[in-house]
Structure formats: structure tokens, C-alpha cells
């Protein structure tokens, strides 16, 4: 019998490879891109979150209302709350986010909890990038954080990629 503290895993396949999604009582708590060639699988409770991701992908999607159960130091859930509040399309950077914060010194320490992140997407870490403007560190790869933000700024018609 299905208890609501099983932890439950779809396979979701992407533009970007296969997604690795997992839940909890309810509340997802991952999401990771993997490259090992899977089958997809999509358990009828999670079905609501993988059309969710799937819309994303196809531009339907700009904000997800997905429940999450984050765990992690109270510094990074308020890096990911930060992370929350970027606007589909839009960048920041990590400096921006300890200034925020109140960290005058603090990006580095953002990149960590950044980077941490362990529902991708859902919580947009690919929206953070170097106070020069370049990509910088993303669990997922480097040019899977560059389609996520080519898809979001062509879907505006504005952004990073735009010349």
C-alpha cells in the first residue's frame, strides 16, 4: 500500500536528456538531469509535475506550481527563496543575491547553496550568472544552462543571446 512518505521516481525525457524526478510525501524533491538513455516512466502522481516540466520545455510554461520540500542550511533556503523571485527570462547574478542578503562579500558562498539546489528548474538556478555576464557553474552542464536560458529569452525575444 502507498504511504505518503514513499519516495516516488519518474523519468521524464527533455530536449536536454532524460529528467530524474523524485517525490516525497507529496512534495517533490529533486530534480536532475541524467545521461543515461531511460525509458519513460511518469507514475500517475507525478503526472501533474512532469506536464508541468514538459510544458516549460515547450514554452507554455513561465511559472510552475509545483509543490516542493526543500532540505538544507537556512542559508541556502534563502538563497533558493532568492533564486524564487527571478523572473522567467531574466538573469542575476550571485553577487546580487548576497548583496540581497546582506553579504558584501557573500557570492561565492551563493554559488555553493546555487549549486545545491536540488530541484532544478522548478527553483531557477540557471538564472544566476557571473557578475560579468558570462555562465558560470551549472550542475546540469554548462550548455544545458545556456538552451534553459535561450528558451526563456526566445520566448521573450530579449535577453543574453539576442544579437
Not at 65 to 86: A, C, H, M, R, Y
Request: glycine share 12%; charged share 20%; hydrophobic share 40%.
Amino acid at each position: 500500500m502507498f504511504e505518503p512518505s514513499d519516495k516516488i521516481t519518474a523519468y521524464i525525457s527533455s530536449p536536454l536528456g532524460f529528467i530524474e524526478l523524485i517525490s516525497e510525501g507529496g512534495f517533490i524533491t529533486g530534480l536532475y538531469f541524467t545521461d543515461a538513455a531511460l525509458e519513460e516512466i511518469i507514475p500517475a502522481s507525478l503526472i501533474n509535475a512532469a506536464n508541468q516540466i514538459k510544458n516549460y520545455f515547450g514554452g507554455e510554461l513561465t511559472v510552475f506550481d509545483i509543490p516542493v520540500n526543500l532540505k538544507g542550511t537556512n542559508f541556502q533556503l534563502s538563497v533558493w527563496k532568492l533564486l524564487e523571485e527571478i523572473p522567467y527570462g531574466e538573469t542575476t547574478t550571485y553577487g546580487e543575491i548576497a548583496a540581497k542578503l546582506g553579504m558584501k562579500n557573500g557570492a561565492r558562498a551563493v554559488g555553493l547553496a546555487n549549486g545545491s539546489n536540488p530541484v532544478s528548474i522548478i527553483i531557477p538556478c540557471h538564472r544566476v550568472i557571473g557578475q560579468d555576464g558570462k555562465l558560470t557553474g551549472y550542475a546540469g552542464g554548462l550548455w544545458r544552462k545556456e538552451w534553459l536560458l535561450k528558451l526563456e529569452q526566445s520566448e521573450l525575444k530579449v535577453g543574453l543571446f539576442s544579437r
